[in-house]
């Protein structure tokens, strides 16, 4: 049976892309890897790609050199978990709090990991996870 090796890309979909792009780089730090006007990428640890592209903008097939891609698009709160180590969620707690941004709930997992979640602009739910969440993790 062929294997999958990870997730490599995931999409969120935003009201208001220059938003999002702002805060995804500025609040979490997150490098753009490729932007225009139909979306933006950020390296996420340097193995993940997050994607962000504008609540409706990709219903259409996109036609490149390469081939196409078939149309896509989400609605609603989604959510997301970005791993950081054990030791970098008191700097994650500061840094949330000097920008503004309420942590609305805290989980202690019973193999030890920890988890604080809170919302981006277009109300994802994003949780910061420290290691002992998954048994992979």
Not at 43 to 49: L, T
Request: hydrophobic fraction near 40%.
């Amino acid at each position: 049976m062929p294997q999958l090796d990870a997730v490599l890309e995931t999409a969120l979909y935003v009201d208001d892309l220059d938003r999002a792009v702002r805060f995804y780089r500025d609040v979490l730090e997150l490098k753009p890897l490729y932007q225009d006007s139909r979306l933006t990428a950020f390296s996420v640890g340097d193995r993940n790609v997050l994607l962000l592209f504008p609540r409706g903008g990709s219903l259409d097939t996109v036609h490149m050199p390469g081939g196409t891609i078939p149309p896509h698009d989400g609605s609603g709160p989604l959510h997301i978990a970005f791993a950081i180590a054990k030791d970098e969620l008191p700097k994650w707690e500061q840094r949330l709090g000097a920008s503004n941004i309420a942590i609305e709930g805290r989980t202690t997992w019973k193999r030890g990991g920890e988890s604080i979640y809170f919302r981006d602009p277009d109300g994802h739910l994003l949780e910061l996870a420290t290691p002992g969440l998954w048994a992979i993790y």
